[in-house]
Structures are given as C-alpha cells and as structure tokens.
C-alpha cells in the first residue's frame, strides 16, 4: 500500500490487492514461456474506473487492432472495483464482514443518491449550488470518518495517481518473474512480429529487435493517458511502448476545478445539430424539411419543457414512479453522449425524439433513473474511487467559499453550456475532501 514502508505484509504494512483478468495471445499453453515478453495493460480512464470491466467487454476488440499475439491485461487500480482494500466510503466499520458489508453499504449509497436526485445542476435554481456544496461537505464527512477508522492503513492516504503507476511497474515485475519460471524461455518467435511491439534497426541493414523484456506496454483512455504520463515520467528506463488515447490536458486535471476541460464541450454538442440536418432521416430527431435551425429549434423547445415542469413516469420494468428533470437529461445523456459522438448521437437522436413525443418513460431510462436493484458481484459494486483519487492528485487546495465557487461558476456558464455539469461533479468535491 505504501511504497516507502518495507513490502512484506503485516499489520503495520497492509498491502493492496490487485484485481487483473487477461485475455490470452494466440498459441499459449501452461508454459509461460509461450506468453509474450510484455503484456500489454489497458486503462478505460475515470479516474476510477474498472479496467477488468473494461477488458471483459472490449478487449477483443483491442486485440483485432494490436493483434492476437498480445496478451491483454485489464486490472482495477487500487480502491477500485474487485481490488481490495476498496475505497468505499460508505462501508461502516461497524458493519457486518464480506457480502453483507457490502450489501449495507450498496444500500446506503442509493438512499444517499436518491436523496439528492431532485436537486439539479449547479446553475439549475438559486439553491442549487449551496444544496450540493452541503452535501460535497456532508459525503466527505464521511469518507474522513472511513479514513480515520483505518488510520495508516486506509486505502484513501494512498490512491495518487503515482502509486498507481507503481502499481503498473509490479504488475511488469510480477510477469518477468512468473515468465522467468519457465525453464525454456525461447528467442523471438516470428509470430510475435507486429508494429506495436517491434523495433527494426534500418540503418545497418539488419532486422534488430528491441526486447520488451521488463518495459511496459500500455494503452490508456482518457484519465489513463495522465496515468501513462505519469508512468513514463516516474519511470523513463521501463517504458516499452504508451498508446495514450484521448489525452487529458495534464494542467488542467490537477488545478483546483475542472474548468478548464470542458473548453470545446460546446463546439462538439454544436455538431450534433448539424450532422442530424445532414443526415436527415437517418437522425430520428430530424423532421421533413429541417434546416439546422429548425432542429436547434425544436431542442430548445423540448427542453424547455422539461425546465419548466419536470416530469412524470412510471417505470415499466420496476412499477416505481420517478421524475424526470432537465439537469438529469443534460448530464446522462447529452454529456455523456460529447465522450463517444458516433455511438452516442444517435442515441441522444432517439432520446430527444422520445421527448419530442412524450415517451418518457424512454428517456427516464436513458438518463440512468432505472434504479440499481438486483444481484450484484464484484466488481460491479460502485465506490469513492474517483473522488479518492481525483482530490489526492489535486496540486492546490481549493479555498473557497459558495460564493466564491458561485462567481467562478457564473463566469464559466457565459462561455460554455455544459459548465454546470462539470461544477456540479467535482469542485465542491475536492474543496471539502481531505485525506
């Protein structure tokens, strides 16, 4: 847990444990010595999400662009997912151990965020930002009083974006060693050959390779660039190959607020409208003849609706009433959908033509409002991950008070529609989070 403290597990040096599921290259056996020299590792981004979840569902399809004879390892960094200990602040010490802990602390999670439900984004009403500031202060309560209850041995002390570099370089160790236990360790296979593991030498006329033996070999999304970043910088001599994709403006992910990363929000959601009127009845939004302003047009109107009177449905699968408001649609869906275009406008397409007639029982669902009831496993379980490590990597306390976050809010909504988002998630977070 604690890389300054001596690694053999005890009491007094807890260790973290580290949740990994790979998907094997092509021709493995029992033998080790048929894997590759360097798996490679895989980040979704978050920060906190679960790269075994992320494995289980697109590793395949990362391996039909690097090639079969990579194996693929998706793990959960430390505190999240199936990796223990786990950085959940609602998991009371007082509780019961193992599956009902858990269950307890699942349970009290959604009563806290059903509590919180009706509030809306920062900009949303007068009251908004004061609500969710008190309630940024009310959580962080009580991940201090998770924190304290494990004293040196709580997972929020250590969930910094270094330590989960130091993660990645055990996890290389940990393969040299169990490769090393092969008593045939063979030279390059030819098979292995491929543009992101190899290195050819063109100027003396020899096909030279470069051994990846002990360097990592990683492809990281979103926060997993910052991740990769940070790995080559703590540790220049072990990097094999970093495919850094979708990369985090690094300064401004450690500044107090989040502001800054939402600069060209706007300019993707304005695109929106216009393929929709260049798809035309591919867009199920898109009405005959549409012109871009009349699409923008109907937007505005349809959320209009939804401003003024929140509304009313009664989900089909689970005979619970619920409402829908307008910040839970700009944040579930047309935020969410700015991350992947392709995939996601056609869905805020379908959504808003739902809106448009009234089928809201639809757009419930899209905005995330079906609740979470059901069997659940690890590492499905939701946790603090993204709070815990997002505030520890945070260079400046944020010292300020409502009214300060209010007039620094107010200035970024004049520039950027999706401002509210941003300060509704993470600024008020890391102003009260201490650990």
Known sequence: MDYTRPLNESADNPKVHLALIMLKGAGRTQDPSTYAEAPLLINPGGPGGSGVVFAQSRANSLQLVVGDQHDIIGFDPRGVGASTPKADCFASPDSSNGISRRNIAYMNRLTWLVGGQGIGLTNSSNVALNMLSARSAALNKLCQRADKSEGDGSIFRHMSTPNIARDMLSIVDAWDEWRSSSQTIPATRPEEAHPLIEQHNMNDGNESRTSLQGKLVYWGFSYGTFLGATFASMFPDRVGRLVLDGVVHADRYVNPTWEGSIGDSDAIWDRFFVYCA????????????DGLEDIRER???????????????????????????ASDVKKSIFFSGLYAPMIGFPIIADLLDHAFNARLEEIAKGAGMVPLCGNFTLPLYPDDAMR?????????????????????FEKIARHSWFADVVSSAVPTCCAHFVS
Do not use: M, W
């Open 299 to 325: 937007f505005r109107e349809t959320l209009s609706l939804l401003e003024e009177q929140p509304a009313t449905v009664i989900l089909p699968d689970t005979n619970l009433p619920a409402i829908v408001i």
């Open 278 to 289: 260049k798809a035309k009845t591919l867009c199920s939004f898109y009405r005959t003849g």
């Open 388 to 408: 815990g490590i997002a505030c520890s990597d945070k260079q400046h306390r944020l010292n300020e008070n409502v009214t300060g976050l209010q007039d620094r």
